[in-house]
């Protein structure tokens, strides 16, 4: 005769679980903040924003999303992270978020918010040339600007040796439903061993600018562009990725630009990020 199936647990039982639980993810926080606390006093971080580590944020990203399973949703995890990366390093090394609204300041704040929560200050600006030249005169504060649009070369004010630079690029997880999608660049200062350089960023003045050349370079770069009146042309901000970017990776775009009937002006690196993650709907990440 065979043994009667164990009895489902209890809601207490399972409720007791849950607490435990908390308690640990809670204490694990307070030895997390302890460890940073020491890594202060070690480093010296309280100075010029050096807390800031791009390519470390990318690598812990793509593990949580590779590790991820379950029926928590990925927003709520890429928040919750996000939340704890920026509070950490805002304790390390106090900063504030500078965001242009011109672009919508009902979703540039939700994605100042989701990706910086609410400990680290927000300053809104109504254009991103005001946000970024708040970052340049700060001591190491962050700027949100558009990546996809603009109505200024901002990015011209990121060409000077010493000036900020693009730093990453958000979300870094893209889906259909992301509750921040709107896609920005974080611009800073941040020491050079710490920036992740997958994908470069450039800025670059042409002349000669028109659809047939927009159309050429479309399939090797992404491209921010706007009317440039002292060479009849446009600025542009490009984003190069590929496995050689430093040797021949933006003499591509050159060449595309001349081969297009354009002419090259000038051309200045002016930061870099990490190639983002596109999350299908089967919720399995893939650059």
């Known amino acids: 005769m065979s043994n009667p ?7 207490q039982e399972l409720r007791k679980e849950i607490d435990a639980i908390d308690e640990q993810v809670h204490r694990l926080l307070m030895a997390r903040g302890d460890i940073i606390d020491r890594l202060i006093q070690v480093k010296k971080t309280q100075e010029v924003g ?17 590790r991820h399973r379950g029926i928590l949703p990925l927003d709520t995890i890429e928040g919750i992270w996000r939340v704890i ?14 965001a242009d609204v011109s672009v919508g300041e009902s979703a540039m704040r939700d994605s100042a918010r989701f990706h910086f929560g609410f400990v680290v200050p927000y300053v809104s600006h109504f254009s991103a040339h005001a946000a970024v030249e708040a970052v340049a005169k700060s001591r190491g504060d962050l700027a949100l600007v558009s990546a996809i649009a603009s109505r200024t070369p901002w990015w011209n004010a990121l060409e000077a040796d010493g000036a900020p630079k693009i730093i990453a690029r958000l979300p870094f997880l893209e889906r259909a439903d992301h509750p921040a999608a709107l896609p920005v660049f974080l611009i800073s200062r941040v020491a050079d061993d710490a920036m992740v350089t997958e994908v470069q960023t450039w800025s670059v003045r042409v002349s000669g600018w028109n659809a047939d050349v927009a159309r050429a370079l479309a399939p090797l ?22 496995q050689d970017l430093e040797s021949k990776g933006f ?15 000038s051309s200045a690196l002016v930061g870099s990020h990490a ?13």
Not at 221 to 236: K, R, S, W
Not at 251 to 265: F, P
Not at 275 to 287: E, H, I, L, M
């Open 5 to 11: 199936p164990p009895s489902p647990p209890s809601l």
């Open 50 to 66: 050096s807390a800031f580590r791009p390519a470390r944020e990318a690598s812990m990203m793509r593990e949580l999303v590779q």
């Open 85 to 98: 990366i920026s509070t950490f390093t805002y304790v390390q090394a106090p900063f504030a978020v500078h």
């Open 221 to 242: 770069a992404e491209i921010v562009a706007v009317p440039d009146t002292a060479f009849d042309g446009a600025a542009l901000l490009v984003s190069v990725t590929g």
């Open 251 to 265: 003499e591509k775009i050159k060449l595309a630009l001349i081969k297009a009937g354009a002419s090259v002006r």
């Open 275 to 287: 190639t983002r993650y596109t999350v299908p709907s089967n919720g399995s990440a893939k650059t």
